[in-house]
């Protein structure tokens, strides 16, 4: 064998061949063959892998929906429309990629909601965790331009909310506003911005979503126990076990997913976007896609635009923060059981956010949502690094593999026989 | 310590939990509830009633189409729903659409044909508005889709024309509409009289008749693709219910030995 040449053990000679020179199939062998995985995954575990399938499926729709879309006020609504009418499966494209966005935030929801409970933001996976924040702000750039792009009334009013957000800054901020928008106003140039933008960002999701990953295979998958595999007993190599596993989550997801498509294709959208675009004539509420309520809620919380508008930034930033703000030693939620009920209280304060930010800004949805975006805080700002000094944790498990192989007699021959190997 | 900590939390969350409680009970009553119409599209196998939505084809051509467009429309599309390509060609025929320039560089007017779009009443919004007392007919084409409650909502606004209760006095050549938000809208009611619409087949041009006939038909308007859709989303729901009782037993068998 030549210097410098990767040795490969793989059979087929021609992928031999390549793997000695570019060693991509020892690679994904290794990053997902025989990746040791913690035992012990519930189906929480799935959407991670649900979300990368989901990001996908979205580039793929959108790159199709882009061939026959026209990124143009005057013209927009209606090559819409001709996607919906005269493309060869335009409607199921379209349906696909705008309830797809859904689907996406639905998964993502969960998968951040899984490393709330599970601590799996917590030494040693900070930076991936703070990854995982940063796709999940990129999503959110990359969905609201998407939802401008049918140029429909909510596209245009959500656009001119949003935006408008920025000129709350101090004086930079109707420069700012200007910048965003290209004119003076909500208008082509905007449309046209977004439309180049919307194309762009997913590929920089992607980008981030490599580095996610890369980073999940340096410290590895946490998991339901929270602590860390002390050998192959507690592990598995990925595929099969986890590849099957994953394979039952992607049907059960495909199936939620083809339901909305194909039987309630516009139940998540709003009526008013299928009404053209007209900046003469106000919709009576303006309302952000359902995954943006919750913010849209702490947004509509705070009296003071400016403090309305750092707040909801706020909210996505203290996500970043928060390997630091968790003072607990112990990761998963099943042995802290204050914390857990808190946990469960700020899910509620998420979903009163949630249904909140649909209503008008009225009472009692004001304080509603004064209290709840209250809480939101409270838990990460106070509770939580409260709680890791105050709270005495249950007493963990020894290993992962003691409580799996449950009975808590002696372990079955050949569970401890294999030697430990290298990963 | 623990102790106290734990109840704390219990009511911080119970506290959160009745916190949201009125807010369900409260529920949106500024709309009136739409009526039940029970159109034969509607559920996971619904199918357009094709004689249906001739008849409302007829009620939009001979009532709605004096004022409102259905311009994401071709004359064509309405083969779709059973007529002939003699009866589009007919209907096609009925407008003069203008085309051109010509080899003089002129342009000029000829009969509509069948791939023409649908000829929108007003050549644009301020002539539209100019006719009508300043309010504009919207397009037709998506309306179902751009309406809460949809069809029904249709239905219901056609059939919602009452007098204005006491105490409620309208704005000049406004009418009166239980389901139209704010109840004041500038379309008088369309359909007035029975037989106002002539059926082709043996069903009676009742007023509610023909409100669900034209309801149907812009429905079909605004999701002409509705039955492929729905077709295609049975096949794939059986194909993956069939595919997921297949991984599962994969993944039971794989990992029988784990646990």
Redesign the interface.
């Known amino acids: 064998m030549a210097s410098g040449l990767h040795k490969s053990d793989i059979a087929n000679p021609v992928l031999n061949w390549i793997d000695q020179r570019l060693p991509v199939f020892t690679m994904m062998q290794k990053e997902y063959g025989t990746f040791p995985t913690p035992?012990n995954f519930n189906y929480f575990w799935n959407f991670g892998a649900l979300a990368m399938i989901n990001l996908l499926i979205m580039i793929a729709t959108g790159i199709f929906l882009s061939m026959h879309y026209t990124a143009n006020t005057a013209l927009a609504f209606?090559s819409v429309?001709r996607i919906?009418?005269d493309v060869n499966f335009g409607?199921?494209l379209r349906?696909v990629h705008a309830n797809g966005a859904s689907m996406f935030f639905i998964v993502v929801y969960i998968h951040i909601w899984r490393g709330l409970y599970y601590g799996s933001y917590k030494k040693p996976r900070e930076l991936l965790w703070m990854l995982g924040v940063t796709i999940f702000l990129l999503m959110m750039a990359t969905a609201f331009m998407g939802y401008v792009l049918p140029w429909g009334q909510m596209s245009f009013w959500g656009a001119t909310v949003i935006t408008n957000l920025f000129s709350a800054f101090p004086i930079v901020g109707e420069y700012i506003v200007t910048w965003l928008w290209g004119g003076f106003s909500v208008d082509n140039a905007t449309l046209n911005r977004f439309f180049s933008l919307h194309y762009l960002l997913p590929f920089v999701i992607f980008g981030v979503v490599f580095l996610h990953v890369a980073a999940l295979h340096i410290t590895g998958s946490n998991n339901p126990l929270g602590i860390e595999p002390k050998g192959p007993q507690d592990t598995?190599p990925f595929h099969?076990?986890y590849t099957?596993?994953d394979?039952?989550g992607?049907?059960?997801y495909?199936?939620v997913f083809?339901?909305l498509?194909?039987?309630f294709?516009?139940m998540l959208g709003h009526?008013?976007n299928?009404?053209p675009a007209n900046p003469l004539v106000t919709p009576?509420h303006i309302v952000p896609e359902w995954y943006f309520l919750p913010f849209y809620a702490i947004l509509r919380a705070v009296p003071d635009k400016l403090g309305g508008v750092l707040l909801m930034f706020g909210s996505i930033a203290v996500l970043f923060v928060l390997p630091w703000l968790d003072t607990s030693p112990v990761r998963s939620m099943r042995f802290r059981?204050?914390a857990r009920?808190?946990l469960?209280?700020w899910l509620?304060?998420f979903?009163?956010l949630l249904?909140?930010g649909g209503?008008p800004a009225e009472e009692?949805?004001v304080t509603?949502s004064r209290?709840?975006a209250a809480?939101y805080f409270l838990y990460f700002l106070v509770i939580l690094p409260l709680?890791g000094r105050?709270?005495?944790p249950l007493p963990l498990p020894e290993s992962i593999a003691r409580p799996?192989l449950r009975g808590g007699g002696p372990l079955p021959a050949g569970a401890f026989a294999k030697p430990m190997e290298k990963a | 310590?623990?102790r106290s900590?734990?109840s704390l939390?219990?009511a911080?969350?119970l506290l959160?939990?009745f916190?949201?409680a009125?807010?369900w009970a409260?529920g949106d009553h500024s709309a009136p509830k739409l009526p039940e119409v029970n159109f034969p599209f509607e559920g996971?196998f619904g199918h357009y009633d094709y004689g249906a939505l001739q008849r409302g084809f007829g009620v939009y051509k001979q009532v709605c189409s004096n004022c409102h467009g259905l311009r994401?429309?071709s004359y064509r599309?309405l083969r779709q729903v059973g007529f002939s390509a003699a009866q589009v060609a007919a209907v096609a025929s009925t407008v003069q659409v203008q085309d051109g320039p010509n080899d003089d560089g002129q342009m000029y007017e000829r009969a509509g044909r069948a791939s023409d779009r649908f000829k929108s009443p007003f050549a644009n919004e301020k002539a539209a508005r100019a006719a009508n007392n300043g309010a504009l007919p919207?397009d037709l084409?998506?309306i179902s889709?751009?309406?809460?409650g949809g069809a029904s909502y249709i239905y219901a606004l056609l059939t919602g024309y009452v007098d204005p209760p006491a105490g409620v006095t309208l704005m000049p050549g406004m009418n009166y509409n239980t389901y139209y938000?704010g109840h004041q809208i500038g379309m008088a009611a369309p359909l007035t009289s029975d037989g106002q619409v002539e059926y082709a087949d043996r069903t009676k041009p009742t007023v509610d008749q023909m409100a669900r006939d034209v309801a149907s038909f812009l429905a079909w308007a605004?999701e002409?693709?509705m039955e492929e859709?729905?077709s295609?989303?049975?096949k794939?729901?059986i194909f993956?219910?069939v595919?997921?009782g297949l991984?599962?037993s994969?993944?039971r068998k794989?990992?029988a030995h784990?646990?």
Do not use: Q
């Not at chain 2, 889709?145 to 809460?148: S, V």
């Open positions: 035992r209606d429309e919906m009418r409607w199921l349906y598995l099969p076990y099957a596993k394979s039952v992607m049907v059960v495909f199936a083809a339901a498509v194909f039987f294709p516009n009526p008013d299928y009404i009576a059981p204050v009920i808190f469960f209280t509620a304060s979903f009163v249904y909140c209503k009692p949805y509603l209290v709840a809480y709680l105050l709270e005495r799996v | 310590m623990m900590l734990k939390a219990l911080a969350g959160a939990g916190g949201a009125p807010v409260a996971m994401l429309l599309d919207p084409s998506v889709k751009a309406r809460e938000p605004a002409p693709e859709r729905k295609m989303g049975v794939i729901l993956l219910a595919l997921g991984a599962y994969v993944k794989i990992w784990v646990h």
